[in-house]
T-cell receptor, first 110, second 116 residues
């Protein structure tokens, strides 16, 4: 059974800092990995999809990497802004369902 | 292109009642998946429908059921509600069924169900 872990569970940084969120998973047999953002009480917004054959994907200030062999993915956020405050979730796609981590709650202070 | 829509957004029910939630996927998407989100368990997979057929099912009791219509819209039903069913129910749509590296899932805003 796929286990997805996200560290840290919570993070507070001052505006302008670059930061890294970590995601690890136990089963490397995945089709892809998605990073999502969730604002309080809201649905999930897809940020990046990394296919199993890819090493990284970029979208604006976001860069996600994937190392299947070590079961790790990182989400890099450059020049953080208060509007980036949210919970960030990673999810692996095993073909059956998305397996989610518990998320990292990010607070960016002005 | 319109995103995934879910109705209603909020529901309050009492124990023992039943409830039906609705999800309209992105136009052209044929797969709809349902997830339950609670503070303690996080996001858990309920089931996936593709072309009106249930493809996969998570580890939930038979009180949880669903269906998909020919226009890809999906409904989820929970019968004999329990206090523990209080949660945010999210649906996700994608072009194809799960087993593809290209398969990106897009989520709706969710239905917040409170069981009293």
């Amino acid at each position: 059974k796929q286990e997805v872990t996200q560290i840290p569970a919570a993070l507070s940084v001052p505006e302008g800092e670059n930061l890294v969120l970590n995601c690890s998973f136990t089963d490397s047999a995945i089709y892809n990995l998605q990073w999502f953002r969730q604002d309080p009480g809201k649905g999930l917004t897809s940020l990046l999809l990394i296919q199993s054959s890819q090493r990284e994907q970029t979208s604006g200030r976001l860069n996600a990497s994937l190392d299947k062999s070590s079961g790790r993915s990182t989400l890099y956020i450059a020049a953080s802004q208060p509007g980036d405050s949210a919970t960030y979730l990673c999810a692996t796609n095993s073909g059956y369902a998305l397996n989610f981590g518990k998320g990292t709650s990010l607070l960016v202070t002005p | 292109k319109a995103g995934v829509t879910q109705t209603p957004r909020y529901l309050i029910k009492t124990r023992g009642q039943q409830v039906t939630l609705s999800c309209s996927p992105i136009s052209g998407h044929r797969s709809v998946s349902w997830y339950q989100q609670t503070p303690g368990q996080g996001l858990q997979f309920l089931f996936e429908y593709f072309s009106e057929t249930q493809r996969n099912k998570g580890n939930f009791p038979g009180r949880f059921s669903g269906r998909q219509f020919s226009n890809s819209r999906s409904e989820m039903n929970v019968s004999t509600l329990e206090l523990g069913d209080s949660a945010l129910y999210l649906c996700a749509s994608s072009l194809g069924s799960g087993g593809s590296s290209y398969n990106e899932q897009f989520f709706g805003p969710g239905t917040r169900l409170t069981v009293l």
